[in-house]
């Protein structure tokens, strides 16, 4: 059974750096795509980035463009976001995401930004 964990979200005021990590087990192969997905309250989920396998093809929403850098390790199946210079409007429950046939989802980690 795959499964993915988030880690690493928490409290932090805005101008401040977050990195989020998401580790998965269970799967034999190298996930096609890893990301991230966001949801605030009352919103729909949205991509907040993605990158492809081997690590040269990524994909950030234009909120997040120049702040955020998502990486991956594609032998370990991890992926990670360094979240700089944050702002109150990143406030979301943050989901790890990978692809291969299917999608995959984390729980999510709550990420809270302070103004």
């Known amino acids: 059974q795959v499964q993915l964990v988030e880690s690493g979200g928490g409290l932090v005021q805005a101008g401040g750096s977050l990195k989020l990590s998401c580790a998965t087990s269970?799967?034999?192969?190298?996930?096609?795509?890893m990301g991230w997905y966001r949801q605030a309250p009352g919103e729909q989920r949205e991509l907040v980035a993605t990158?492809?396998?081997?690590?040269?093809?990524?994909n950030y929403a234009d909120s997040v463009t120049g702040r955020f850098t998502v990486s991956r390790d594609g032998a370990r199946n991890t992926v990670s976001l360094q979240m700089n210079n944050i702002k109150p409007e990143d406030t979301a429950v943050y989901y790890c995401?990978?692809?291969?046939?299917?999608?995959?989802w984390g729980q999510g980690t709550q990420v809270t930004v302070s103004s």
């Open positions: 995401w990978a692809y291969w046939g299917r999608h995959y």
């Open positions: 269970g799967m034999m192969f190298s996930f096609n795509a």
């Open positions: 990158i492809e396998n081997g690590g040269t093809v990524t």
